[in-house]
């Protein structure tokens, strides 16, 4: 890791763990998946742009550790990103 601390997202599952739920149906899981994927856009374009703008301002003033913090969130919001268009395409496919 560059050097900063654990973030502990708390109420997110990691991937290993397994759901509790049952698994819906296709149909079901179809209207999830959609939603889920447009209900991503606006807050990773928020965050990613928060942070850019947060990151040009300040920037100059932080020490090292806190532009470490900068860096990570946009290496994490271009890989939701990838991720959102990937869930995007993988949906047009389906229809």
Known sequence: MMGYKTIRCEHLKQKDQKLDAVCPTNELHGRRHGDLVSD?????????????ILSKRLGKFVDDETRSYFEMIEKSTSKIKILVDELRHEKTLAE
């Open 40 to 52: 991503l856009v606006d807050p990773v374009c928020v965050i990613s742009n928060a942070n850019e």
